[in-house]
């Protein structure tokens, strides 16, 4: 993943409400929710969420699908994943970490 993109999708998620649009469709899995489902769950006018779906839709962190009547909106988690093993790429000098030594409370010294 590239520098750019990175920042791009860091940016996108330090905002309250579209932290919690992304939470939400990652719980939501594969089948997605619509804006409705997510305006109500989340208590977020329809055009607030329209300009934060937009956001998060150019930073590659969720895709939107037309089905019928309906847009679907879903994370994407092939980006999730990439994004959080950029982040994790030189944790503990690129072997495996034990989660024990990198708590905050203890960090392991490349962590």
Known sequence: MEEETVIASLAALAQPVRLRVFRALVVAGPAGL????????????ATTLSFHLKELTHAGLIDQEREGR???????????NALLSYLTEHCCAGQPCDEAACVPASPCSTC
């Open 70 to 80: 309906h847009l679907i909106y879903r994370a994407v988690f092939a980006h999730m």
């Open 34 to 45: 619509t804006p409705t489902a997510l305006c109500e769950r989340l208590g977020v006018a």
